[in-house]
């Protein structure tokens, strides 16, 4: 594996190269809500200890709500005009591994049968440079779902603090080789065994569970009054689901312009949500909120590991550090394993 | 604490109550979580301190609760006051709740926080309620806590003191950020309808998509829907992932209540509900 190192002066330089270059540099803002677009390197803040943003990256890639197209009602019929595909060039700067990995697990369910080209040009504009994670709390378990603080999986370039004012950054990617070129007389020469080094010291979150153990328990015990615990207290909100990297479901609306023009939307929509499941004819298959919340677990450690081989799911937390009820998907993951453990 | 397990177990061993709505502790953390007991061993689970942040009123109209038997609360001040404007809007009948009071000495405002002044929960500042307005029982005292400054007030002085289009700004800053996904109104007891307007397709009278316009029609909807009615628990502003001061909107609403009707929300069983009620001696001239 390719490995530079850079400065952090020079780290500053290559932002501003980069804005001047036309790309769109995207970070974790200084409040730990969400990401931001930053015009000016003197805006780059990262560090490998920021607590995860309440918000994912993923508003950048599969936007809250975006028109896919336009229709108008004219006397000979209606015109159909296409919306615009995004030419945006993104750098997600500093991405920790569990935000890192979501834009290829998320590119597995939009490139299945239909090809969603909204989500695959922003995917394919976008440049991911990770960073080595120093963020440690109850809520992380990304070393239970494949991933690790030092995982450079999902990421095109992967940075690593060496100490205050300097970095080492690996190419991980083909993609990130051709984006570094232009800018490489920024970089010295790296050495991977020196960062291997530093990998090994990096102390991890403790793997609380199996996902295959969870994957098979719950295709066994799809009644199980287990998940009636969440599910009497769950509130049915789109929290979790909407700070999630890796959620991806949407609703389709009309919105009208006037009387004769309108645009068809692509919303976020979420499962915990009660009109989620509702039928035309008032039915709801998923009648209450325990069906729900089984339908969230199952979805993320089940339906898409059986059928992409991907958890749906990178263990950063963010659901249950924001749940308004303290909902804690690791814990419940861990709680199965041991209900799968005592074979109850 | 002991005092509370002791008269949940009571009240569920009795068959007083079928279940109790309460608090347990989190996962190795301070953190507290509704927790429904239902048997003795359950009742011993039950914590109270000031991580209990959550308004459990809200779950007393959930189907999975409402009209199935006597249900029992632990409720600190502030939540009762929810539960008061409940059963005022007939949503609860008074009957069907036995409310464990909690004397309270306020609560963290992010659950993260270790218990200080600076960190006091803003619906804590000049409380009013630390010892609930009604309950059937009554737990713990009240000590005196340290206050910091009510800085919620502040704020709303400085925005009314802007112009229109800057204040316009200053809104649209804050709701271009949310991302619909209605925890503000799922966590709050007094958002309780069935369906919800943004929720009605036929047709749709708010916009679901969350760009400036939607997020706005939505924002302010809910703002008008609860003025009056809110009783500042100031859950939805805790639960909002975006950070978007909803209990600005509220206070501002609550202040024009009693500015204008001399009515607060949820205060006592014997006044009626401000938007539930015609008084020809009511104002008029604030309607433009
Ligand atoms: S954030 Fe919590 S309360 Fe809201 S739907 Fe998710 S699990 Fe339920
Ligand atoms: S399910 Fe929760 S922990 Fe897993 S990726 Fe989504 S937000 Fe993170
Ligand atoms: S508002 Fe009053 S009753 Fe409610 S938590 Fe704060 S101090 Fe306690
Ligand atoms: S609007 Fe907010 S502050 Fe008011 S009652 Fe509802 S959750 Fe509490
Ligand atoms: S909780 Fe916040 S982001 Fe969510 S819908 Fe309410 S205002 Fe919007």
């Not at chain 1, 270059?21 to 995207?26: E, K, P």
């Not at chain 1, 990617?173 to 232009?182: A, D, L, N, S, Y």
């Not at chain 1, 199952?298 to 799911?313: A, G, T």
């Not at chain 2, 539930?276 to 008029?284: A, I, V």
Request: glycine share 6%; proline share 3%; net charge neutral.
């Amino acid at each position: 594996m390719d490995e530079k190192l850079i400065t952090l002066n020079n780290l500053k330089i290559f932002a501003e190269e980069l804005l001047k270059a036309n790309y769109t540099l995207i970070l974790q803002d200084k409040q730990g809500i969400r990401w931001e677009k930053i015009s000016n390197s003197d805006e780059l803040h990262i560090s490998s200890k920021l607590k995860p943003t309440k918000a994912s990256f993923k508003e950048f890639v599969f936007s809250k709500t975006e028109p896919i197209f336009y229709f108008n009602n004219k006397n000979d019929g209606v015109e159909l005009i296409d919306s615009n595909l995004s030419a945006e060039k993104m750098v997600f700067f500093g991405s920790k591994p569990c935000d890192a990995k979501s834009i290829n697990i998320m590119s597995k369910v939009f490139n299945w049968d239909y090809k969603d080209n909204f989500f695959n040009t922003k995917a394919e504009n976008s440049i991911v440079i990770g960073m080595l994670c120093e963020y440690r709390d109850e809520f992380c378990f990304c070393t239970s779902v494949n991933l690790s603080p030092v995982s450079s999986d999902g990421s095109d370039l992967f940075l690593i603090p060496t100490d205050e004012n300097n970095f080492a950054i690996r190419i991980v990617t083909e993609k990130g080789r051709e984006f570094i070129q232009p800018f490489l007389k920024l970089f010295a020469e790296g050495n991977p065994e020196t960062t291997d080094q530093i990998f090994k010291k990096i102390n991890l979150p403790e793997k609380g569970f199996e996902s295959e153990v969870i994957r098979s328990w719950i295709g066994n015990n799809f009644e199980h009054k287990y998940f009636e615990r969440a599910g009497e207290i769950c509130l049915g909100c789109g929290q979790c689901a909407f700070v999630c990297p890796v959620c991806h479901c949407f609703d389709i609306v009309d919105e009208e312009c006037g009387y004769s023009c309108g645009r068809r939307m692509k919303n976020w929509d979420a499962c915990q949500f009660s009109l989620f499941t509702l039928h035309g004819s008032g039915h709801n298959p998923r009648h209450n909120q325990t069906q729900r919340y089984r339908q969230r677990i199952s979805h993320k450690f089940k339906y898409y590991v059986d059928k992409f081989d991907e958890i749906l799911c990178t263990g950063c937390g963010r659901c249950s550090r924001g749940c308004p009820v303290g909902i804690d998907i690791g814990q419940i993951a861990k709680e199965v394993h041991s209900l799968a453990a005592n074979k109850v | 604490m002991n005092e509370l397990r002791e008269k949940a177990k009571e009240l569920l061993l009795n068959n007083t109550v079928k279940l109790i709505i309460g608090y347990a502790n989190g996962n190795g953390h301070n953190r507290t979580y509704p927790f429904i007991a239902r048997n003795a061993a359950d009742a011993n689970r039950l914590v109270f301190n000031e991580y209990c942040v959550n308004n459990l009123a809200v779950y007393l109209t959930r189907k999975e609760f409402k009209g199935k038997g006597i249900i029992g609360i632990v409720a600190k001040g502030c939540d009762v006051k929810a539960i008061i404007q409940l059963i005022q809007e007939n949503q609860i009948n008074k009957d069907e709740v036995y409310i464990i009071g909690m004397n309270c000495n306020g609560a963290v405002n992010q659950l993260d926080n270790s218990f200080e002044k600076t960190t006091l929960a803003q619906k804590c500042i000049n409380c009013t309620v630390r010892t609930p307005a009604l309950y059937h029982a009554l737990i713990g005292t009240t000590k005196d806590i340290e206050e910091p400054a009510d800085t919620l007030g502040e704020k709303i002085k400085e925005v009314e003191k802007l112009n229109a289009d800057s204040r316009w700004d200053f809104w649209e800053a804050q709701f271009e950020k949310c991302i619909k996904c209605y925890a503000c109104r799922q966590v709050c007891p007094l958002c309780y309808c069935e369906q919800c307007i943004v929720d009605k397709t036929v047709p749709r009278w708010i916009e679901s998509s969350a760009h400036t316009r939607g997020n706005f029609s939505w924002n302010i909807i809910r703002a008008f829907h609860l003025s009056g009615r809110c009783i500042g628990c100031g859950e939805c502003e805790r639960v909002c992932p975006m950070d978007i001061p909803l209990s600005m909107l509220n206070r501002k609403m609550s202040i024009i209540a009693k500015k204008e009707f001399d009515y607060s929300a949820g205060v006592s069983l014997d006044s009626p509900t401000l938007v539930g009620t015609y008084n020809m001696k009511d104002r008029q001239d604030f309607i433009k």
